[in-house]
């Protein structure tokens, strides 16, 4: 079977583009409007065809996109604020509280424990690998 | 009694190069990266749906072995030499369409076969992987 034989393989081709929207455009402010729109596809039917293939609907897919990439800049020691509009998010609070419900703790909670295993790296970096792995690398007689 | 699998490791080329793919093409997450004696950086990634399997992203030029070793080992995963495992995802043509798009190399495009649907890509390296939808 090549891939011009699968079922419906020019559906694929626009979900999978308005997915990748999706994961390039995530920190302007884009709509299921916007979305839909770049897979060429009416509202409802796209967001029964994204669902169906993500398991998620593409507003829920946008949010836990911006969840993500909001964890990575907390880990790189971003500050809350900064990261809430660096994601997309206008309001603070509306950041604050789907990431909480989302990843269970808040982001200037996850900011200080992110901060602090950073700190554990530095002092103590081999605490982070196993120990038989270090040895063979020689990174532990250093 | 042998209970899970929770470290495995993948021979790299490069392992910054390694790291870019396996996070922006692949979609996987950092579990660690640790700076080590000698420039040395301990990555382990893994698949967004599995955080408890670490895949050690190794490059090959590391002191583990002698330096005719690397050579050999260099040229035969260049040359796409080792299957390294098998990924699964809940729909293989939307996830091909992906990462071919990302650029990935497939060697075989997806194909129907007795246990599912099967894919194979290699990483930037050479490795190769089985990619499957399974039934």
Known sequence: MTTEQYPKVYLYRRIVQAKLFIDSNYAKP?????????????????IRLFKKIYGKTPHQYLTSVRIEKAMLLLTDGIPVSDVCYAVGFESLSSFSGLFKRIVGITPSTYLLQQQTIKAQIVQSPLTFIPGCFAEKHGWKKK | MITQMTHVTINVIDQKSALDFYTNKLGFKVITDVPMPNNDRWITVCPPGQPGFEIILSPISRGLFSKETVKALQELVEKGTFGVGLFTCKDIFATYEELKAKGVEFTKT??????????????????????????
Do not use: C, M, R
Request: aromatic content about 20%.
């Open chain 1, 30 to 46: 884009i709509d299921v409007d916007n979305i839909s729109d770049e897979a060429y596809f009416s509202k409802f039917h796209f």
């Open chain 2, 110 to 135: 997806p194909k129907k076969e007795f246990y599912g649907t099967e894919a194979i890509f290699k990483d930037d390296s050479g490795n190769w992987f089985s990619l499957a939808q399974l039934k």
